[in-house]
Each structure stands twice: as structure tokens, then as C-alpha cells.
């Protein structure tokens, strides 16, 4: 069983920068890893991906140059470093680990997923 736990949500002004965390218990250093989010009424859509070694990472056009996934596997914690936030940024916000050890945009791919941390973007 993994077990994924988000933080670093929070209220902050537009342009401002959040750094999300997602401490996983379970094995994970050979998984890729993902971020998700959802707005209210709307449906969960990807954000990030990064593969299992770190080396490849994928991003959203929506957040891409604004947003940087990491992972420190040796923490087995995986990171959302977000920069220049924008109102739309607001969203409940899922570390998720994959099947597959490839970076994937698929949700389909994910099998265990966080309970989310809430992020709002204030204009």
C-alpha cells in the first residue's frame, strides 16, 4: 500500500509563488509521479508529470514556465514548485504515483492518489 500525503497549500496574491510537497509512505522510487488539479465544478485535469529517475518531466501548457515538478527520492517526496500564480491556478491540488515508470499525462495511468491540498490564488 502507498500512502500520499500533499501540503504547502494556502491562500497568496496573484504572482506569487507556492511550493506544494507530497510525502509518500510506500515504495515509490520506481514509479513515475504526477500532479493533478481541480477547480470547483470543473473536472480534474494534469498538471505535471516527472518520470521515476527525474530525469523527464512533462507539464500542462497552461502552467508550462511558471510551474517545476521535482522529486527527492531518498525522501521519497516528490515537489511542485509554482511561480508566478494566476487566479485560474485555484484548485484542489492531488499528488498522484503511477504505474509506470515513464512520465505520463494519463490519469488512467495513476493507481494511488493523495487526498488533495487546496490552493487559491487571489486576484
Known amino acids: 500500500q502507498v500512502q500520499l500525503v500533499e501540503s504547502g497549500g494556502g491562500l497568496v496574491q496573484a504572482g506569487g509563488s507556492l511550493r506544494l510537497s507530497c510525502a509518500a509512505s510506500?515504495?515509490?522510487?520506481?514509479?513515475?509521479m504526477g500532479w493533478f488539479r481541480q477547480a470547483p465544478g470543473k473536472e480534474q485535469q494534469f498538471v505535471a508529470t516527472i518520470s521515476s529517475s527525474g530525469t523527464t518531466t512533462n507539464y500542462a501548457d497552461s502552467v508550462k514556465g511558471r510551474f517545476t515538478i521535482s522529486r527527492d527520492n531518498a525522501k521519497n517526496t516528490i515537489y511542485l514548485q509554482m511561480n508566478s500564480l494566476k487566479p485560474e491556478d485555484t484548485a484542489v491540488y492531488y499528488c498522484?504515483?503511477?504505474?509506470?515508470?515513464?512520465?505520463?499525462?494519463?490519469?488512467?495511468?495513476?493507481?494511488?492518489w493523495g487526498q488533495g491540498t487546496q490552493v487559491t490564488v487571489s486576484s
Open positions: 498522484a504515483r503511477s504505474r509506470r515508470f515513464i512520465a505520463t499525462i494519463q490519469r488512467d495511468d495513476y493507481d494511488y
Open positions: 510506500g515504495r515509490i522510487v520506481t514509479y513515475a
